[in-house]
């Protein structure tokens, strides 16, 4: 019996935030967050056909992650 099941490459991602703690009042702090998921945007592609013989047989077709994605937040603490 031979083994027809195929891999794919491994995940490499990273994602990273920053928060600055901005002081208002005594009792009053705004927060400012940045993040940013997937930051070096490189692919991530999904496994290869493993259907022996078929057209698709070793083709990636898909890819698995989101590209590079940022978003900013304020909070407002009290």
């Not at 935030?17 to 999904?46: C, Y």
């Not at 898909?62 to 590079?68: E, F, T, V």
């Amino acid at each position: 019996m031979t083994d027809t099941t195929l891999r794919g490459a491994a995940i490499n991602n990273w994602d990273v935030s920053v928060f600055k703690l901005i002081p208002v009042t005594d009792r009053i702090q705004m927060q400012f967050r940045a993040e940013f998921f997937n930051i070096a945007n490189r692919v991530q592609f999904g496994n290869p056909g493993t259907a022996v013989g078929g057209p698709n047989f070793g083709v990636i077709t898909s890819q698995l992650n989101q590209p590079r994605l940022v978003q900013f937040g304020l909070r407002l603490n009290f």
